[in-house]
């Protein structure tokens, strides 16, 4: 028998739990993703249900179950029916946010209850289940822990119904023996002490979404109908949000134009632990790259720069790698994001090899520095990212296998860690000693690329500053890389939570 009489709109619930109220019944309340209903939730069910008279289930909704690709392997729908069907539940809804904070403010039961995997708040790494903690006691709420047999949705889909093609399986099955997802953790848990310097070229990404009308009557070219156009703050604006969102402070130096500089949408983009500082160019705009884009598909189908990329005036520029040799000091690593746009001029690339403790660089290959633009740049980089077409084009070799090739640029550099990532074939990483590591890529699909390598770059740095082994590295960032495709442009900046939700989910 149906049992969707159970299943509420979350915003019709409070009012539904009145009654229950009135009669003086004790609410229980039980949140998460549910993706496969198993014995262990019936039992975390039943045991929240004995604390009280009423259970309240509430269930992430698709849109934010950020447990890996093809998650979940349930629609929130099909989720809610199958808690609906167990006799012991009495309302279920889905929510409406990302995590439980607001929907314990809107039902404010008497108990919320959290299952086994929760052994105590300081055990989420994620942060949640401490923001949840902090509800319940303002609305005094009381917290509960049930005690039982362990677990756990992710787990049974990655062995039972994994979506993983065999060879991705069998990576991670040895990585699980060479690393536990603690050791994978606790590098992302001591980030949080690293303090960022960062440098590099200021991107306005704009995307026009149209929808196409056909060939122009007069000439062959597409007519397109104008739709709406989103901003995003790209460039090494995006890569301080990413770190941001691990690390203690970062640092931002950078170079605007003095008109169209874009500075009030800049400052409101950045992440709170952002420190900018601006270096003004003058007679030049801030950087925008607009992409004409199909607002159904989000193929691109024209990209539009307006930018002068003759950088800052002598004095500016002098001002600027002063600045570099004044403040690397107080920071444990700098990161160079560059571009290849003018920001970062052959004296700031002096004065980071020169005064940086440790130094991160990318060196992007686009269509705005006709591809002239090289590694070669920079005399020396503790850890290096860089596509595998930008490294070839900085050797001048397409052919030498890609291994012999990274490693000799990784002993030229002197760098510690070597990254050279390839899309949907993963990443490679070495050192100058020789060692080499590949790491396949986790997302078997995408919404949008743009970003992928940005948000690959700052996480792979940070864990490359803590010296990790070169595998967890290259690991992170590809992590890092599989959740920033799922975004349009740089739409969000990959958060610690939603990371560790991504490893705990490939691991376990």
Known sequence: MSQNHKIYPLNELPGVLQSHRDANRKIVHCHGVFDLLHIGHIRYFEQARSLGDVLVVTLTQDVYVDKGDKRPAFTEQLRAEAIASLSVVDYVAVNQWPTAEETLRLLRPDIYVKGSDFKSVGGDRTGKLAQEEKVCKELGIELRFTQDIVFSSTNLINRFFSSFSKELRDYLDLFRRRYSLDQVLSVVD????????????????????????????????????????????????????????????????????????????????????????????????TLVKRRYLDGYSLHKWLEIYTMDDSGLSSQKDQDLAESVRRESPQYDMAISADFGHGAVSPALC???????????????????????????????????????????????DLKKD?????????????????????????????????????????????????????????????AARLNAPLEITAFLGNVAGALAVQIIGNQKAIDKAGLTKYVTSLLK
């Not at 070229?201 to 109908?225: F, R, T, W």
């Not at 992007?364 to 503790?382: E, L, P, W």
């Open 190 to 285: 001591d980030m949080a002490r690293l303090k960022v310097l960062l440098v590099g070229d200021v991107i306005i990404d704009e995307y026009c979404y149209c929808s196409p009308l056909g060939a122009s009557g007069k000439s062959p070219v597409l007519a397109v109908k104008y739709g709406s156009l989103d901003r995003f703050a790209g460039g090494v604006l995006a890569v301080a949000n990413h770190a941001a969102n691990f690390v203690d402070s970062v640092r931002l130096l950078t170079v605007l134009g003095d008109h169209d500089d874009h500075r009030r949408f800049i400052e409101s983009s950045l992440h709170p632990k952002v420190r900018p500082a601006f270096w003004i160019q003058d007679g030049a705009p």
């Open 350 to 396: 002096e004065s980071l090899v020169s005064h940086a403790p440790f130094l991160a660089v990318n060196t992007q290959v686009n269509a705005g520095n006709a591809s002239m633009h090289t590694i070669s740049r920079y005399s020396k980089a503790d850890y290096i990212s860089l596509t595998e077409r930008e490294l070839r084009l900085d050797t001048r």
């Open 402 to 462: 890609l291994r012999l090739l990274a490693c000799e640029t990784a002993r030229r550099f002197q760098s510690r860690a070597l990254a050279v990532t390839k899309g949907r074939q993963g990443a490679c990483m070495t050192n100058f000693d020789g060692a080499f590591v590949v790491v396949p890529a986790f997302a078997s699909r995408a919404i949008d690329s743009i970003g992928s390598g940005d948000a690959f770059f700052a996480i792979s740095s940070l």
